[in-house]
């Protein structure tokens, strides 16, 4: 069993950064493939970003590459989610999640960290 719990969410103005964090505890990290996803109120759960336990490589959507960077640090058992340059389209709830491998499907749910850009 897998806990997850975000923090790091907050108001923040158009071009702003933000770091969210989100803890594991019960398993070992690297043993995991870490997510992060976002749902904004109306819409679809979405996929944000991704990094492997195995490799450390790590996947984004188009929409925030170049903007939001994904890192762990396994002393710390935790993955992080820098964001730079926000947008007030990237309002949302924020979730980390965990799954055996990046391609595989998730296992364990964080109860996200609410990230509101204004403009």
């Known amino acids: 069993q897998v806990q997850l719990v975000e923090s790091g969410g907050g108001l923040v103005q158009a071009g702003g950064s933000l770091r969210l964090a989100c803890a594991a505890s019960g398993r070992t990290l690297s043993d995991y493939a870490m997510h992060w996803f976002r749902q904004a109120p109306g819409k679809e759960r979405e996929f944000v970003a991704a990094?492997?336990?195995?490799?450390?490589?790590?996947y984004y959507r188009g929409s925030v590459r170049g903007r939001f960077t994904i890192s762990t640090d396994n002393a710390k058992n935790t993955v992080y989610l820098q964001m730079n340059s926000l947008k007030p389209e990237d309002t949302a709830v924020y979730l980390c999640?965990?799954?055996?491998?990046?391609?595989?499907?998730?296992?364990?749910w964080g109860q996200g960290t609410q990230v509101t850009v204004s403009s």
């Open positions: 999640a965990a799954s055996r491998s990046i391609e595989t499907h998730i296992e364990y």
């Open positions: 990094i492997s336990g195995s490799d450390t490589s790590t």
